[in-house]
């Protein structure tokens, strides 16, 4: 397991109210958050399982919203019960809704000294820039924020192979022989996509290989993982996204096909149902 980030420890003496921490490693995200906040609650880069750190969760797959936001900044729950800070933790896999980030704002512009708060964001484009991991959090919380950018040592070449794109999902686990197999004939559907010349109705044929792919490893791999087809599904069109990006010449045709991953992206991220989505894709015109 990696050690503490020096970029967080150098912060664990004296630290700031509210903090963006940005990667390409959801994974590492998590870990360094978790031993940030039990330096700066307990004194040790040891994970501490404490309930003075609290990691934000939703029943909404996508979304954390307002009630989940109330939830944990009432008076009471901001205040540790044993360590020096209350620590509470943005994960990476759910969004704010805009009256969730409203509310939120609410709080960090008035900090208590007893509280932190951390948003952990891995980026949609990572490897094309970063500010895009910082595009669907508020302008208002950024600048409200420390905004720390944490590299790790995930590097991907989007070449579609079965390593890269195992290792571009990022869940920190070895699958087996029958996932593996799934998984490498959604690769090939993934890379199919990336030829903009297709008619719309073999781009539909494509896109609902993907999606059928996608759920049939879902159901494999979610209850080690916790993931959805939706989060699974932004995952596979975030890859085909980066491989156009950074393998092929970007003329407008191209940049285009991109606009219209990122548009799913953000429609799946909304709640919108995967069958829809992969339906308006098919039907762009490029």
Request: charged share 20%.
């Amino acid at each position: 397991m990696s050690t503490l980030n020096k970029k967080l420890f150098n912060e664990s003496t004296n630290p700031f109210h509210a903090y963006l921490l940005i990667s390409n490693s959801s994974i590492e995200l998590i870990n360094q958050a978790k031993k940030f906040s039990s330096l700066i609650s307990f004194g040790t880069e040891e994970i501490v399982n404490h309930p003075d750190i609290k990691f934000v969760s939703s029943e909404n797959i996508n979304t954390l919203g307002v009630e989940d936001i109330r939830d944990v900044v009432s008076k009471e729950k901001l205040s540790p019960i044993e360590g020096k800070y209350k620590v509470i933790v943005f994960p990476p896999f759910k969004s704010l809704t805009e009256e969730a980030s409203n509310a939120l704002l609410k709080t960090i512009e008035e900090p208590s000294e007893s509280s932190i708060f951390m948003i952990l964001s891995s980026g949609i484009f990572w490897s094309h820039g970063r500010d895009d991991s910082k595009s669907l959090i508020l302008s208002t919380i950024k600048s409200r924020c420390r905004t720390i950018f944490l590299e790790s040592n995930l590097a991907t070449n989007f070449d579609f192979s079965l390593n890269d794109f195992i290792k571009f999902l990022d869940y920190g686990i070895s699958f087996n022989s029958e996932v593996n197999s799934e998984l490498e004939s959604l690769v090939q559907f993934m890379d199919n996509l990336t030829d903009i010349e297709n008619s719309g109705p073999e781009r539909l044929k494509i896109l609902q290989s993907i999606l059928n792919s996608v759920s049939s490893v879902n159901s494999e791999i979610k209850e080690i993982t916790n993931t959805s087809v939706s989060e699974l599904l932004i995952k596979c069109i975030e890859y085909v996204a980066n491989a156009v990006l950074n393998n092929f010449e970007l003329d407008s045709k191209r940049y285009q096909f991109v606009e219209s991953l990122e548009l799913a992206i953000s429609d799946l991220s909304s709640g919108l149902r995967p069958q829809i989505v992969i339906s308006f894709l098919s039907v762009k015109q490029y």
